[in-house]
């Protein structure tokens, strides 16, 4: 077939068919995998060695993960090398410790020394330190120290995320000067959209786009294309969440790393920030669901991992449930006599009703709590604020709620029914609503995550507290009315 012939996928029935019959992305992870598996079952090397020459790397990687181990690896060697090493970089980590297991050590080699710097780490840094020591020895020695000095930041610093691959340029070259030196030296960095100007000691004095460069007169030199000041910077301990904080305020692609005495030491591209934030936003939902969070994707986690990181808070929150069992047997004695067990009923029939609601609305608020202070939206002094507007917020939806109940009240029940069902709604809702917001609060004083306050947690406690609310409300009103 010529390199410039379509592929044309088979069906199962050897019959051929277009590829822009269906979309895309169903092409390749249905029809091709089908395809792709009977073409290394019949050795066609070259048909498909073309044909994947030809493929986006992240179709590629999609379309591995889903292989078996076998046709995964043939795949993957027949792969050119410098597009093999970016489909390697966006494979999930379990596939990419698979593949590391399985493939030759020069195949390893060639992956390993193509990679970006902040990619290789990444990599590193989820191996066993013995497996890592085995790929650090297969690197050249000026990789090896640079991935040492990246894996010696701490997990989690900005340090980790760096690359090294990046453009460094002189105040004193001219436009034409630094057009040149990056077709020179340009090639293996991770991206040219800013340039970054540096001092006799390495210091960051300027960061310039390269479309600024590009449009200037071949003559200009770039000190006088420099902005005042380095611009926005990353230091190289600062925590990830407040890199993603400094790319979101500045609307940044890329962004340079200094030390303490402003010499640059690398930079962190839009696209680790952008898998950073995945990371963090994930894990935030696993905690408010009141799981611990995954290593990895759902798909692929064994069930061993699924149970250990889920059993721990079901127990929990069984402990926590139990004082809703306490406290409806506190309340139990004061129906012991024949005409007031009907009245129990009654009650009871509405107990789920209010109970749910001031979850529900617990829940409402803590997700929203919790989402804003991810953002940085939620400052000391705006919580005061915070909390009697939510309070006016909440006595508004208990109202409306209260009202409806009532009606419902007296169609089941009495006057005296209705209005312990009404009071009862708009104190859990308002009850329900606080614990939603204070949780979380709370949390982050005491320096914890506030994600853990997630929906289970505030449900469990709404219900406890609901519980409380209605029967006292029902003693006072019923009992003594």
Same mark, same amino acid.
């Given at each position: 077939?010529?390199?410039?012939?379509?592929?044309?996928?088979?069906?199962?029935?050897g019959?051929?068919? *277009?590829?822009? *019959?269906?979309?895309?992305?169903?092409?390749?992870?249905?029809?091709?995998?089908v395809?792709?598996?009977?073409m $290394?079952?019949?050795?066609?090397?070259?048909?498909?060695?073309?044909f994947?020459?030809?493929q986006?790397?992240?179709?590629? %990687?999609?379309?591995? *993960?889903t292989?078996?181990?076998?046709?995964a690896?043939?795949?993957?060697?027949?792969?050119p090398?410098?597009?093999?090493?970016?489909?390697?970089?966006?494979?999930?980590?379990d #596939?990419?410790?698979?593949?590391?297991?399985?493939l030759?050590?020069? &195949?390893?080699?060639? $992956?390993?020394?193509?990679l970006?710097?902040?990619?290789?780490?990444?990599?590193?840094?989820?191996?066993?330190?013995?497996?890592?020591?085995? @790929?650090?020895?297969?690197?050249?020695e000026s990789?090896?120290?640079e991935?040492?000095? /990246?894996l010696s930041?701490?997990?989690?610093?900005v340090?980790r +995320?760096?690359?090294?691959?990046?453009?460094?340029?002189?105040?004193?070259w001219?436009a %034409?000067?630094?057009?040149?030196?990056?077709?020179?030296?340009?090639?293996d960095?991770?991206?040219? %959209? $800013?340039?970054?100007?540096?001092?006799?000691?390495?210091?960051?004095t300027a960061s310039?786009?390269?479309r600024? #460069?590009?449009?200037?007169?071949?003559?200009?030199?770039?000190? &006088? +294309?420099?902005?005042?000041?380095p611009?926005?910077?990353?230091?190289?301990m600062?925590?990830?969440?407040?890199? #993603?904080?400094?790319?979101?305020?500045?609307?940044?692609?890329?962004?340079?790393?200094?030390?303490?005495?402003?010499v @640059?030491?690398?930079?962190?591209?839009?696209?680790?920030i952008?898998?950073?934030?995945?990371?963090?936003t994930?894990?935030?939902?696993?905690?408010?669901?009141?799981?611990?969070?995954?290593?990895?994707s @759902?798909?692929?986690?064994?069930?061993?991992?699924?149970?250990?990181?889920?059993?721990?808070?079901?127990?929990?929150?069984?402990?926590?449930?139990?004082?809703s069992?306490?406290?409806?047997a506190?309340?139990?004695?004061?129906?012991?006599?024949?005409?007031?067990?009907?009245? +129990?009923?009654?009650?009871?029939?509405?107990?789920?009703?209010i109970i749910?609601s001031?979850?529900n609305?617990?829940?409402?608020?803590?997700?929203?709590?919790?989402?804003?202070?991810a953002l940085?939206?939620?400052?000391?002094?705006?919580? /005061?604020?915070?909390?009697?507007?939510?309070?006016?917020?909440?006595?508004?939806?208990?109202?409306? +709620?209260?009202?409806?109940?009532?009606?419902l009240?007296?169609?089941?029940?009495?006057?005296?029914?209705?209005?312990?069902?009404?009071i009862?709604?708009l104190?859990?809702? $308002?009850?329900?609503?606080?614990i939603?917001?204070l949780l979380?609060?709370?949390?982050?004083?005491?320096g914890l995550?506030?994600?853990?306050?997630?929906?289970?947690?505030?449900?469990? /406690?709404?219900?406890i507290?609901?519980i409380?609310?209605?029967?006292s409300?029902?003693?006072?009103?019923l /009992?003594?009315g």
């Amino acid at each position: 077939m010529a390199p410039d012939c379509a592929y044309t996928p088979r069906t199962r029935r050897g019959r051929r068919t *277009s590829p822009w *019959s269906v979309g895309w992305p169903m092409l390749l992870s249905e029809l091709l995998k089908v395809d792709i598996v009977e073409m $290394v079952e019949a050795g066609e090397w070259n048909e498909l060695r073309q044909f994947l020459a030809g493929q986006p790397a992240p179709e590629i %990687a999609e379309l591995l *993960s889903t292989l078996d181990r076998r046709t995964a690896l043939v795949v993957f060697r027949l792969l050119p090398r410098a597009q093999a090493a970016a489909v390697f970089s966006l494979l999930d980590t379990d #596939v990419q410790n698979r593949m590391i297991e399985h493939l030759a050590s020069e &195949d390893v080699r060639e $992956v390993l020394t193509r990679l970006t710097p902040d990619d290789r780490t990444a990599l590193f840094e989820e191996l066993p330190a013995a497996v890592t020591q085995r @790929l650090l020895d297969l690197l050249p020695e000026s990789q090896r120290r640079e991935s040492l000095t /990246l894996l010696s930041y701490p997990e989690g610093s900005v340090g980790r +995320l760096m690359t090294t691959a990046w453009v460094r340029v002189r105040p004193e070259w001219t436009a %034409a000067e630094t057009i040149e030196h990056l077709r020179l030296h340009g090639r293996d960095s991770e991206t040219m %959209a $800013v340039l970054y100007v540096t001092d006799d000691q390495g210091r960051l004095t300027a960061s310039i786009p390269l479309r600024r #460069v590009v449009l200037a007169p071949p003559s200009t030199l770039l000190r &006088d +294309l420099m902005d005042a000041g380095p611009g926005p910077v990353l230091r190289s301990m600062q925590s990830e969440e407040e890199a #993603v904080a400094i790319f979101k305020k500045y609307d940044a692609h890329a962004l340079p790393v200094v030390d303490d005495d402003g010499v @640059l030491l690398g930079i962190v591209t839009s696209d680790d920030i952008l898998a950073v934030a995945q990371a963090a936003t994930t894990e935030d939902f696993h905690k408010i669901a009141k799981v611990s969070p995954l290593e990895g994707s @759902l798909r692929r986690a064994r069930l061993w991992d699924l149970y250990r990181r889920r059993i721990g808070w079901l127990l929990t929150l069984i402990g926590v449930n139990m004082f809703s069992t306490a406290a409806l047997a506190h309340f139990q004695s004061d129906y012991d006599r024949d005409e007031l067990r009907s009245l +129990l009923v009654v009650l009871v029939s509405f107990l789920p009703l209010i109970i749910d609601s001031g979850g529900n609305a617990g829940s409402q608020t803590a997700t929203l709590a919790i989402r804003s202070m991810a953002l940085g939206e939620i400052r000391r002094g705006m919580i /005061l604020p915070l909390v009697v507007r939510e309070l006016r917020v909440s006595v508004v939806l208990g109202l409306i +709620l209260a009202a409806g109940v009532f009606v419902l009240g007296l169609t089941r029940g009495t006057a005296w029914v209705a209005q312990v069902v009404a009071i009862s709604m708009l104190v859990v809702i $308002v009850f329900g609503s606080s614990i939603g917001l204070l949780l979380p609060l709370a949390l982050r004083r005491l320096g914890l995550d506030p994600a853990a306050a997630g929906a289970p947690l505030i449900t469990s /406690l709404a219900d406890i507290g609901g519980i409380v609310i209605y029967f006292s409300i029902a003693r006072v009103v019923l /009992l003594r009315g």
